[in-house]
């Protein structure tokens, strides 16, 4: 199983962007998703959480601006940012607990996300 991330860039102030996550390899169900940022010098924290049974969670910093979602389908999660701001800069990394030959969490590669003022 890997995760492919994707989505991040260079987005002024006030913009938008839209990270996917993609699963991809023997995937059976995937079950609790988060997204995680890491700014320079500072250590990685949650943003997002997504639970399977539809319970979501945000960090109080990106709450009524963040969204995490997830389409079954296509085995894709995704974060839409909106409203983004300068201290939203960061690399954006995807975990995902998914249900395969075994059951067990699995990490993105990261992605870029930076603001400008």
């Known amino acids: 199983v890997q995760l492919q991330a994707s989505g991040g860039g260079l987005v002024q102030a006030g913009g938008s962007l839209r990270l996917s996550c993609a699963a991809s390899?023997?995937?059976?169900?995937?079950?609790?998703i988060e997204w995680y940022r890491q700014a320079p010098g500072k250590q990685r924290e949650l943003v997002a959480s997504?639970?399977?049974?539809?319970?979501?969670n945000y960090a109080d910093s990106v709450k009524g601006r963040f969204t995490i979602s997830r389409d079954n389908t296509k085995n894709t999660v995704y974060l839409q940012m909106n409203n983004l701001k300068p201290e939203d800069t960061a690399v954006y990394y995807c975990k995902a607990a998914i249900v395969s030959i075994t059951i067990r969490d699995f990490w993105g590669q990261g992605t870029q996300v930076t603001v400008s003022s």
């Open positions: 997504d639970t399977s049974g539809g319970s979501t």
């Open positions: 390899g023997i995937i059976f169900n995937i079950k609790t």
